[in-house]
């Protein structure tokens, strides 16, 4: 798909939508020599690989030329735009960091954000397009790290296991512990549980 699209294509994808706690955060991943034969079969849906399968494509992508930005949005982005828009502002701010600006953005699911180059939107695209896949590894080992580091601070709730997805750890801390301002006041789950501590 990228190399029948020419010129400079940014696959990007975003995680972190439904978590109740901490950003939603966005990759954008260009092959500008195109994809190593060794690193394609790597790579795939992040949600179909293995932590350490996941680590292990990580690691290989930053030792490629292939080139990489991040982009997020805080919770009080998310409690302002709505999570929708701001999964789309992370992807724009994804791609705004890439050393240039592609030609093409692929993007996985069927919203396209505002972005500054076309945009072609490909649902399932994690598992089609290799960019868009490295994008998706990317996003969700780096959110992974980000709230590891935030569940040291916090770690009533799990987030190093969780991510802050509510599962029935996470939903019983809210319960016994209230929520964090790296909570999402506007998930239902959270809103139930509005003391909110530092």
Known sequence: MERAAGGRVAGVDEVGRGPLSGPVLAAAVV???G???ELAAMLDDSKKLTRAQRLEAFAALHR????IAIGAASVVEIERLNILHAAMLAMCRAVARLPAAPDLALVDGNFPPALRCPVQCVVGGDGISLSIAAASIVA??????LMERLGRRYPGYFWHSNAGYATPAHREALRTLGATRHHRAGFAPVAQRLLIFD
Do not use: G, H
């Open 140 to 145: 969700k080992v780096v959110r992974d790290r």
């Open 35 to 37: 994809v190593p034969r």
């Open 31 to 33: 092959f500008p020599r």
């Open 64 to 67: 490629s030329t292939a080139e």
